[in-house]
């Protein structure tokens, strides 16, 4: 399974806030949406999931529900993220069937062998500096802790598509792609951009520059 490398997050308060920042990340060119919407109800988050779902359609785009598994089935979403504390992978797949992507949250080393135990198919791993978007924030690791973690990954023989999270900037993107990242989840850097179809090029150039990864 072949993942895009620059993943989109979305943000806001509203479903009007949440659907003009995808409408606007589409139109720059996001291919991969993760839909993220805390603290609501599940008949809301299901009806804004399905108009995303038909925007995503438009655009040849890969639409993940975060956290909630009913939601994502029910819309026929092309995957999941989960977080730690969320259902364990094996019941996801179980109840979103066949072919749909698993990704999920790491903090740490442990996390992330946790998750290659449970065979997900790629780690949001973060947060990489301080950022807003999160409520309860892990240490971050900054680039070093990511080469450490991809250097210790290497070794021990697992090829997770390992995705870079947590207030990154554009100058970030090498550093990490060069310490092994697959990837890069992204939200207030594109909502915020005041250019974001240049941006989300320039981020795409950047993360398929590197073409030896074989994870």
Same mark, same amino acid.
């Given at each position: 399974m072949m993942l895009n490398r620059l993943?989109? +997050?979305s943000q806001g308060n509203s479903a009007a806030e949440q659907l003009g920042h +995808? #409408?606007?990340a589409l139109a720059a060119g996001c291919r991969w949406i993760q839909l993220r919407w805390k603290g609501q109800q599940e008949e809301a %988050?299901? =009806?804004?999931? %399905? =108009?995303?779902?038909a925007l995503c359609r438009e655009h040849n785009a890969v639409l993940?529900?975060?956290d909630h598994a009913a939601v994502a089935r029910v819309a026929d979403a092309d995957g999941l993220h989960l977080g730690l504390g969320d259902?364990?992978?094996?019941?996801? #797949? #179980? %109840? %979103?069937g066949p072919g749909k992507i698993i990704g999920g949250t790491a903090n740490t080393l442990a996390d992330v062998l946790q998750r290659a135990t449970e065979q997900c198919d790629y780690v949001g791993l973060g947060p990489f500096r301080f950022t807003t978007t999160k409520e309860k924030l892990s240490p971050v690791l900054g680039l070093e802790g990511? #080469?450490?973690?991809?250097?210790a990954l290497t070794t021990a023989g697992i090829t997770l598509p390992v995705y870079a999270i947590g207030g990154l900037q554009t $100058?970030?993107?090498? $550093?990490l792609t060069g310490a092994g990242v697959y990837g890069i989840a992204v939200s207030g850097l594109i909502s915020q951009a005041r250019h974001a179809a240049s941006l989300v090029q320039q981020l795409n150039q950047q993360l398929y520059a590197s073409t030896s990864y074989s994870r």
């Open positions: 993943q989109y +997050i +995808i #409408r606007s %988050l299901l =009806q804004l999931a %399905l =108009q995303v779902k993940i529900i975060n259902m364990p992978v094996a019941e996801a #797949r #179980r %109840l %979103l990511y #080469r450490d973690m991809m250097q $100058g970030d993107v090498t $550093g």
